[in-house]
Every structure is written in C-alpha cells, then in structure tokens.
C-alpha cells in the first residue's frame, strides 16, 4: 500500500508563503493523481489542487494565481507552494493518493500537516 506523510505547515502571517511536502511510499506512485486537500474547523474537506502523472493540473478556484502544486516521481513526493497566504487558508492540509483504474488499493490519505495564517 501507499503511505503518504505530509510535512512544511506552520504559522506564517498573511502574504507570506510556505511550501507543503508530501513523501510517498511504494513503488507505483507515478500512476497515482495526487492531490492537496485542506480541512478548517467545521468545514468540509475540499479539493485544492491536483496534479496527474502526466503533470496536468488543477486548482480550486480559490487559490488559482497563489498556489502551485508539483511532484517528483523519481523522489516520490508532492509539494504545494502556497504564495500571498490569506487567513481564510488557515486549514490542515491533507495529501491524497488517488484510485487508479484497473488496479487495487486506494484512495490513501495523509494525516495532515497544520497551515495557521495569522497576524
């Protein structure tokens, strides 16, 4: 199975930036969308980004122009550069494996890295 562990979150005041890692384990992690998801406090988990093997993206409306996601095959990991950060980021910050067709297993989930945006 896939084993995802996110890391980079932290306190950062508005407009800055952190970048968010995600290291992956096993061996088919090119076949796997992956992709950011962020949950704040009695919200729903939502979609921020994805990005697929072949490298196409895509973004939620709310963080389209500040936020890039990218991954690395050969190291195994997805990161998301997050730029002009707003209070209403301030989430924990989950990475996730997606299903691939015709294989078993999935989706994985991380256990989440915390993002606070604050004065």
């Known amino acids: 199975q896939v084993q995802l562990v996110e890391s980079g979150g932290g306190l950062v005041q508005p407009g800055g930036s952190l970048r968010l890692s995600c290291a992956a384990s096993g061996s088919l992690f090119s076949l796997y969308v992956m992709g950011w998801y962020r949950q704040a406090p009695g919200k729903q988990r939502e979609l921020v980004a994805t990005i697929a093997s072949s490298g196409i993206t895509n973004y939620a409306d709310s963080v389209k122009g500040r936020f890039t996601i990218s991954r690395d095959n050969a190291k195994k990991t997805v990161s998301l550069q997050m730029n002009s950060l707003k209070p209403e980021d301030t989430a924990v910050y989950y990475c996730?494996?997606?299903?691939?067709?015709?294989?078993?297993?999935?989706?994985?989930w991380g256990q989440g890295t915390q993002v606070t945006v604050s004065s």
């Open positions: 996730k494996a997606g299903i691939v067709p015709g294989r078993a297993g999935g989706p994985y």
